[in-house]
């Protein structure tokens, strides 16, 4: 597609029950990106993928969060039973160029806006 | 690690005055910088960056920005302001990955 597609847009999730979101990034974008925006704040950096290799978790912020993509395209953040913390927009990005090319900007998809209540 | 401050949560400014929102950074390589802005339930979107060369980097919507080693820092400008630049804009510094600042919110009055 022209742009980074999130989906859902909005998702409502009653406490503990599992998420799953879904990124589709710009075609033949080799890496992506994974932020959690609180409400008026900045983007804060949870994971990152060069192709299929997820080369940096450290921003995940607990075991229940869990991203992949298995094929070096498609990529799905999921968040296992879920907490109202965790009530935030998920942001994805992807960009263009070789393996730890640090020069491009990211493309930023829409988001998808949690609520844990 | 890499990171960028953004002092003024909030900056006002008159429709058609000169604005500013102030970024500083610290990196122990090469500064890669950037601004995006973020409207209302929308994605970030990509300003402008500085990657090397000229100190004074142009971007979208007429905005520019002046990086500044000395001081490290990377202030986002523009000429004669416009309502509709009311928005989220945000400092990034990428290394691998790209952190970001907490924000500025820019009020442009008529």
């Known amino acids: 597609g022209a742009g980074v597609s999130q989906s859902p847009r909005y998702k409502v999730a009653k406490r503990g029950q599992d998420v799953a979101l879904r990124c589709d990034p710009i075609?033949?974008?080799?890496?992506l990106f994974w932020y959690q925006q609180a409400l008026g704040q900045g983007p804060e950096f949870l994971t990152y993928?060069?192709?299929?290799?997820?080369?940096?978790k450290s921003g995940l912020p607990s075991d229940r969060f869990f991203a992949e993509r298995p094929e070096g395209s498609v990529s799905t953040l999921k968040i296992q039973r879920t907490q109202q913390e965790d009530s935030a927009v998920y942001l994805c990005?992807?960009?263009?160029?070789?393996?730890?090319?640090?020069?491009?900007?990211?493309?930023f998809g829409e988001g998808s806006r949690l609520t844990v209540l | 690690a890499q990171s960028v401050a953004q002092p003024e949560d909030q900056v006002n400014v008159a429709e058609g005055n000169p604005l500013t929102v102030k970024c500083t950074y610290s990196?122990?390589?090469?500064?890669?910088l950037f601004w995006y802005v973020q409207y209302p339930n929308r994605g970030l979107q990509f300003l402008l960056k500085y990657i090397t060369g000229d100190n004074l980097v142009k971007g979208s919507y007429g905005f520019e920005a002046e990086f500044n080693k000395s001081q490290t820092s990377f202030h986002l400008k523009k000429p004669s302001a416009l309502v509709s630049d009311s928005a989220l804009y945000f400092c990034a510094v990428r290394d691998d990955d790209m952190r970001f600042g907490a924000g500025t919110r820019l009020t442009v009055k008529p």
């Open positions: 075609s033949g974008h080799v890496s």
């Open positions: 990005a992807s960009s263009s160029g070789q393996a730890y090319s640090n020069t491009g900007e990211l493309f």
């Open positions: 990196v122990s390589g090469n500064p890669y």
């Open positions: 993928f060069q192709n299929e290799a997820q080369l940096d």
